[in-house]
């Protein structure tokens, strides 16, 4: 489901939250198993984060940066959550893990699917910020068919039950100037990783 404009009216307390944790956990470009530095740069909030190093994908309670706990999931972030997930029809969502991706020009993520968390029947809820980008939409196999979806500062896409694990992506990011974000675009993703 995708909400329009859900997350605009909080859009800079978002980002606000976002400066924060990235004080604490910087973004960095993770390298994949296959040994690529991802173009994404990414960090996490939240008591686990999604991490890629040559050993594989996986959950971690720790940065492997600074060997810290990951920056507490701030208050906006969970309510913004909450409220998005029961809005796309997933009532009592409580995310313990928060991945926030930065996409510069160029930037792209290729088609996965979410698939490193515990619990399934848990939706995933992603909050776009900034300059807009395309949204990949596919089906349950990686052959099926792609829908191309423009995704606006402040939409917010939930997923679950028969969708869950829906294979989805991003095109590489456009050259942009946005007021609250200047030339990229940030991506919150809310899992219930654990
Ligand atoms: C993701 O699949 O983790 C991010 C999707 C997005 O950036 O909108
Ligand atoms: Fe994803």
Redesign the pocket.
Known sequence: MLLAGFAADRASELLAAVSAVTQIAPFRHMVTPGGWPMS?AMTNCGIAGWVTDRSGYRYDSVDPQTSSPWPAMPTCFAALASAAAAAGGFLGFQPDAC?I?R?EPGAR?SL?Q?RNEGDFDQP?V?V?LGLP?I?LWGGRTRQDRVRRIP?LHGDV?VWGGPARLTY???NPLKIGDHPLTSGV?Y?L?FRKAL
């Open positions: 994404v991945l991706n996409y993520l996965h979410d995933i992603s776009s980008a949204f995704l896409v989805h992506g991003i675009r991506n993703t």
